[in-house]
């Protein structure tokens, strides 16, 4: 048998440390037991580890049931805590969402707290939990809550998406409804507000409630802006379906389905209607930019085919009203439509233009002979003068010339303009008038009477002028050897009216001079021009005496 060394240690057993051997196991003459000494760490108390497992699933469903099942309340109040700032943070469910580093800092939180209520069961004695499996179950479980509340979040906080894009839907129907109610000048930002509006919804949220919503509101927004052409509006038509014509070019073509060429006949339609309306128009718009544009547009259009007619028998109607009492405003008509047509594009109406010239041709003659009669002498001349001289192949070219005549004479001597100067020659017995120039300046001879002319004198070289009146009378035309410029003019009998305009060599100071006179048949006359230094004032100023002193019988039949 071997003896035992008293002086020796015990052997620590398992599990339990150091333990404290009684006095009298040594006897009375051992040395006393050796100081305690820390215990030494061990495997974990049975049971320990599928505790801490449980107790950190519990903490992960983030109610803190594992702290509460450890009983540390404490540790639970604080995952209690947080989870209460995520729920008032996140309700009622927001279209944004939680914002990332909450979420971030709420998940690190539960796998700490896991963590945490893990080391404490691994140190915890079993008698102080309930049963292992069970309260697995029951972590198990309660893991849903976390991912059911997710669920549930995810629901509530796509149904507020629906619930803002559905609200963008109704923005864009009230700035319809709104601009609906103005012109499309007020009204277009507005109208392109809402589009945007809508097209975002389609292309940026297809699978949204208010996407589907869209094609039905496209729609309501032709109707909208269509307005003015509904109403029969069609000059105030012409802009919005012009934009509405546009938007293929910045909306998916499938979107708009069909909606993408309805405009093109509304806006034939207003295009015609709104042009053919201002034919009839005294303003500054004819109506040719539009019916330019329908002709230029839609050229294959029934509109187009009708703008030819429609303009002709305009002008027809024009023309018709040269023989009213205000041809000058007719003519003025006339050039506005003038204008139209040659504006418009010429394959289309090529008759038009030579219609349209021809009616304010006319127009103008008309116009000339209606100033003439009422008495508007400067204008009737200017007016007729220029038709003379515009239409050089017109048969009535000569007659204008003379009524223009008739109204310079007028403008001195207005009893020239009594009556319009015929336009054919009269018959019957003639008289001769001869008429000399004893002035040393040209001079030109108008006269209106039966017949309408005009005649030029030659300037006489060696003629000088008279320092009175009573010289020129005695003197004009009858020094011997002088050969003084004479013109013959071979008149019906009747009642004559002259003006005598001073030309080259005549100072400014020279005035023309009108006089009338009535003459015989079978008669010769004679008329003598000279020109009378006035006074002190050196003014050279024309002396014709009157024609019925003037132009004396020279012989008788």
């Given amino acids: 048998m071997e ?29 006393p037991p050796p100081p305690a000494r820390p215990p030494v760490a061990g495997p974990p108390p049975p049971g320990a580890v ?31 805590a947080a989870t209460a700032l995520l729920l008032l943070v996140a309700l009622p469910a927001d279209p944004d969402g939680v914002p990332a580093a909450l979420v971030a800092g709420y998940l690190l939180l539960l796998v700490l707290a896991a963590a945490d209520a893990a080391r404490i069961a691994l140190r915890t004695d079993a008698g102080r939990s309930p049963r292992p499996v069970l309260a697995a179950v029951l972590g198990l479980l309660l893991l849903g809550v976390p991912a059911a509340g997710t669920l549930a979040y995810g629901s509530a906080r796509d149904e507020a998406v629906e619930q803002e894009l ?56 032709y109707r909208a802006v269509a307005t003015p052409y509904r109403a029969d509006r069609h000059c105030e038509a012409v802009e919005p379906l012009t934009y509405l014509r546009t938007l293929p070019d910045t909306v998916d073509r499938k979107l708009l389905g069909d909606l993408v060429a309805w405009p093109d006949t509304p806006l034939a339609e207003s295009l015609y209607g709104c042009g053919v309306s201002r034919l ?17 547009t839609f050229p294959e259009s029934s509109q187009a085919g009708k703008v030819g007619p429609a303009v002709s028998a305009k002008i027809r109607q024009q023309v018709a009203g040269l023989k009213g009492a205000e041809p000058c405003d007719v003519t003025d008509e006339l050039r506005r439509t003038s204008t139209l047509v040659a504006e418009l594009p010429p394959t289309s109406v090529p008759s038009l233009g030579r219609e349209a010239g021809t009616g304010v041709q006319d127009g103008v003659y008309a116009c000339g002979v209606d100033e003439f009669k009422d008495k508007q002498f400067t204008e ?49 017995t003639r008289m001769e008038l001869v008429i000399s120039n004893g002035a040393p300046n040209e001079v030109e001879v108008l006269y209106t009477g039966p017949v309408t002319g005009t005649v030029k004198l030659k300037s006489c070289g060696s003629c000088e002028r008279f320092s009175s009146e009573a010289a020129g009378s005695s003197g004009a035309c009858r020094a011997s050897g002088t050969s003084y410029p004479k013109a013959r003019l071979r008149l019906p009998a009747g009642e004559y009216h002259f003006l005598y305009k001073h030309g080259t060599g005549a100072t400014a100071a020279v005035d023309s001079y009108s006089s009338g006179s009535r003459v015989q048949p079978g008669y010769t006359y004679t008329s003598c021009t000279y020109v009378v230094e006035r006074g002190r004032y050196g003014l050279d100023l024309p002396t014709v005496p009157d024609l019925s002193d003037l132009l004396k019988p020279a012989s008788a039949p």
């Fill in 50 to 80: 599928p505790r801490a497992v449980v107790a950190g699933l519990l903490n992960l469903s983030g109610l803190g049931l594992g702290h509460a099942l450890l009983r540390r309340w404490g540790r639970a109040a604080v995952s209690w």
């Fill in 166 to 221: 559905l609200g963008r839907l109704e923005e864009g129907d009230d700035l319809v409804a709104k601009a609906a109610k103005n012109s499309f000048v007020l009204s277009g930002p507005d109208y392109r507000h809402a589009l945007s509006l809508y097209r975002e919804l389609a292309e940026d949220h297809p699978g949204s409630r208010a996407a589907a919503l869209v094609p039905e509101r496209l729609e309501a927004y």
């Fill in 3 to 31: 003896s035992r060394d008293q002086s020796e240690t015990p052997e620590p057993r398992p599990g339990a440390g150091w333990e404290t051997v009684p006095e009298h196991a040594w006897g009375d003459a051992g040395p």
């Fill in 280 to 296: 009839d128009g005294a303003g500054t718009e004819s109506g040719s930019k539009e019916l330019s544009t329908l002709l230029r």
């Fill in 380 to 428: 009737a001349r200017q007016t007729l003068t220029d038709f003379a001289d515009t239409y050089k192949e017109d048969r009535r070219r000569q007659h204008a010339r003379n009524i223009a005549i008739a109204a310079e004479i007028a403008e001195d001597r207005p009893s020239a303009g009594k009556r319009l100067p015929g336009s054919g020659t009269p018959g019957g």
